[in-house]
């Protein structure tokens, strides 16, 4: 029982040995202010080559030395422990800019929309091709009708290709392909196409082969041709219905009737605006009586007769 005494008191005197060493290191650690030196660089360094052989197996071992001297390090920690003085000189107030990001953000109302800014258009450059349009308006205001050009011999050239139906006492009908130069019409050609005829009526056929020709030379109707095998020049009533159709598509459209038993030849087209109106709203078909006053067509006076020209004749029939 007495040895067991002993060796707890030996124990008990160790550790307060132990518990007073710590309080040591702890008061020197406290009384003593830790500088942190910056990382050191180390550089690898490699000892000579001995003279004598090395033994296989042996590795060379790197010796790791400080770049920086105790003399730098201490003046290392000389700077950063020493205390700044209180005379040191501020920077100059006029130099210190203090922005603060706590005050109030601007509002902004995105519900109403700014208003477009006012145009005044009577100060822009008038546009070329509204110029052009307004222009060329003006000049259809003043003259509402182009000029058709006929060439003096086309009648008696339609009439020569109908001889042989003329003699027959059938009528015989053409149309009238034009090119368009410099605002007027200039007949050019006189088309046949396939068709069936009677003494007072004609009625043309495959038109197709019409339409296929004409676009093929970029030709223009701009009206009919027939003849009156023994009648006067004038269009009858059947004749009013198929010419208001070419004069609805252009108002320059003319109707030539060739009457050889009377030497006649007339030029005509619709009135306008009464004997257009009055054609186009008449549903009655074949020969039927039309009011004569006021006259529903008239000699063109938008046609001149040029003896400088000339117009084929082609005969599809």
Not at 53 to 72: C, R
Request: hydrophobic fraction near 35%; charge should be negative.
């Amino acid at each position: 029982m007495e040895r067991r005494e002993t060796e707890l008191a030996l124990e008990l005197e160790q550790i307060e040995k132990q518990l007073e060493e710590t309080r040591t290191i702890a008061v020197k650690a406290k009384e003593t202010p830790v500088v942190v030196p910056p990382p050191l660089q180390r550089q690898a360094t490699y000892p000579s080559l001995p003279t004598e052989p090395v033994p296989s197996g042996t590795a060379l071992q790197p010796v790791l030395q400080p770049a920086v001297t105790p003399a730098s390090l201490n003046s290392y920690n000389e700077a950063y422990t020493s205390p700044v003085p209180a005379s040191a000189p501020l920077p100059p107030q006029g130099h210190i800019q203090i922005i603060s990001d706590t005050g109030p953000t601007p509002s902004v109302d995105r519900s109403t929309k700014p208003a477009a800014p006012a145009i005044d258009r009577s100060l822009k450059p008038a546009n070329s091709a509204m110029a052009a349009s307004d222009m060329f308006a003006d000049m259809m205001t003043q003259d509402s009708q182009r000029s058709v050009i006929v060439p003096a011999s086309l009648p008696d050239k339609f009439l020569s290709v109908c001889l042989d139906n003329t003699q027959k006492n059938i009528e015989t009908c053409g149309i009238l392909a034009a090119k368009l130069t410099a605002n007027n019409f200039t007949i050019t050609h006189v088309i046949l196409p396939k068709q069936r005829g009677t003494p007072d009526s004609c009625q043309t056929l495959a038109e197709e082969e019409l339409f296929e020709y004409q676009d093929k030379l970029d030709l223009i109707t701009v009206g009919w041709i027939h003849t009156h095998p023994t009648q006067s020049a004038f269009l009858s009533s059947v004749d009013l219905h198929t010419h208001c159709s070419y004069q609805l598509m252009l108002k320059e459209a003319i109707a030539i009737v060739c009457a050889p038993k009377h030497n006649s030849t007339g030029i005509f087209s619709l009135t306008d605006p009464h004997g257009i109106e009055s054609v186009s709203r008449c549903t009655k078909s074949g020969f039927h009586p039309h009011p004569t006053i006021p006259p529903l067509f008239e000699d063109c006076k938008h046609v001149r007769m040029d003896a400088n020209l000339t117009a084929q004749v082609i005969d599809l029939r």
